[in-house]
Structure formats: C-alpha cells, structure tokens
C-alpha cells in the first residue's frame, strides 16, 4: 500500500483548497500527488482523519401532483465554460447535517420547498464524488418538491435555470445535453420508474 509522507497547503481560500501530498508508491518511488479539497487545514483532510463527513449534498426530488417531473438545474459552470445538468446541490455549512442543508439548498436554487423522505442509510449517507482529484464527499437527499419554482434565493454568481422535466424530456437531456455523471445515473433509473414511484427502488424507514 502507498505511503503519505507529508501534506503541503499549497493555498488558503474559503470553499476549496489545492495540497501537494510527498508519497511512496508500493514499489518504494518516491513522488508527488496533487489533491484539491474542501478542507480550510491540512488537518481536516480526509488523508488525515480518516472520516467521511459530507462535504456537499445533492438533492434528487420530484414534483407535480403525479411525482412524474424531477427536479433539475442548468448551471453555467466555469471549468466547461458551458451549461451543464445537475440535481440541485450545495455545500454543507459548518455544524449543519447534510439532510437540513438538503432542504435548505433546494429553497436557495429552486425556491421550492422539499419534503424529504427517511431512507436507509445506504441509500443516503456521503460518497466520494471524483476520488482521483478530490476527497470530496456528499450526501444525498431525496425527497418531494412543492412550491411554486422561483430564483429569489439564488447568489449573484450562480446562473441557474430551474427544470422540471418528465421522462420525454429527461430522455433528450441525456442524449443532447452536458450532465453531471451522479445526475446521469439517477436520470437513467428515473426512466425506468414506474409512473408516480420513482423512489420505489429506496427502502424507506
């Protein structure tokens, strides 16, 4: 198994920080790795305390008396200087649990209002988003959206537009658009879903 030798902080910024970790690899080399992570310290790595605390949630509600429309954002994202797809998300404030941050990033994106749903912990609990760049981890919140969809919340430097869309237009988003790969997966089974039981596959407490 490799080896951290030591974690530099390479910058000092609010949401995300880059590191540059010393490592020996099984064979002895000796190099360097290159991590981005929403830790603000070296200490509060995940290399370092070996806890999965959430760092981020995504929010996978549907809404419309039939639950047959799923709620989704078309955000302008720097890094592909372009639109791309995703379940309504946000990171987690200090001392906040990932579920009351999932009801609060839906009300700041959306302005929809989310009634989420007790699943087990398997279904929810916080997974590695891109692992070979990032320690990085959310949760996942799932649950029935009510309201009336609006932009009140959102912050100045977001450019986001709200979707509602039903399987037909779920369908053209996954062959036309740019989506995010977490999203994809859950739109895939949103297809598949009987029609007003899309969280039928969740074991619901």
């Given at each position: 198994?490799?080896?951290?030798?030591?974690?530099t902080?390479?910058?000092?910024?609010?949401?995300?920080?880059?590191?540059?970790?010393?490592?020996?690899?099984?064979?002895?080399?000796?190099?360097?790795?290159?991590?981005?992570?929403?830790?603000?310290?070296?200490?509060?790595?995940?290399?370092?305390?070996?806890?999965?605390?959430?760092?981020?949630v995504?929010?996978?509600?549907?809404?419309?008396?039939?639950?047959?429309?799923?709620?989704?954002?078309?955000?302008?994202?720097?890094?592909?200087?372009?639109?791309?797809?995703?379940?309504?998300?946000?990171?987690?404030?200090?001392g906040e649990?990932?579920?009351?941050?999932?009801?609060?990033?839906?009300?700041?994106?959306?302005?929809?209002?989310?009634?989420?749903?007790?699943?087990?912990?398997?279904?929810?609990?916080?997974?590695?988003?891109?692992?070979?760049?990032?320690?990085?981890?959310?949760?996942?919140?799932?649950?029935?959206?009510?309201?009336?969809?609006?932009?009140?919340?959102?912050?100045?430097?977001?450019?986001?537009?709200?979707?509602?869309?039903?399987?037909?237009?779920?369908?053209?988003?996954?062959?036309?658009?740019?989506?995010?790969?977490?999203?994809?997966?859950?739109?895939?089974?949103?297809?598949?879903?009987?029609?007003?039981?899309?969280?039928?596959?969740?074991?619901?407490?």
């Amino acid at each position: 198994m490799g080896l951290i030798r030591k974690i530099t902080q390479e910058t000092r910024y609010k949401f995300l920080n880059f590191f540059t970790m010393d490592v020996t690899h099984k064979s002895g080399r000796e190099s360097k790795y290159y991590v981005a992570s929403r830790a603000r310290e070296v200490d509060q790595m995940k290399a370092v305390t070996h806890e999965n605390t959430a760092d981020g949630v995504i929010i996978y509600s549907v809404y419309g008396e039939n639950r047959d429309q799923v709620v989704l954002i078309r955000q302008y994202r720097y890094p592909i200087d372009g639109y791309i797809y995703e379940f309504p998300a946000g990171l987690v404030e200090q001392g906040e649990d990932f579920k009351e941050a999932g009801v609060r990033e839906l009300k700041e994106e959306t302005g929809l209002t989310l009634e989420p749903i007790d699943v087990e912990d398997m279904y929810s609990k916080p997974y590695f988003t891109t692992i070979g760049m990032t320690d990085e981890s959310c949760g996942t919140v799932y649950g029935y959206a009510k309201g009336i969809p609006n932009m009140d919340g959102q912050e100045d430097s977001e450019e986001i537009e709200i979707v509602l869309a039903d399987k037909k237009e779920v369908k053209r988003i996954l062959k036309e658009e740019n989506v995010a790969i977490m999203c994809a997966y859950m739109l895939m089974h949103f297809l598949e879903s009987e029609d007003g039981h899309p969280f039928d596959f969740l074991n619901e407490k």
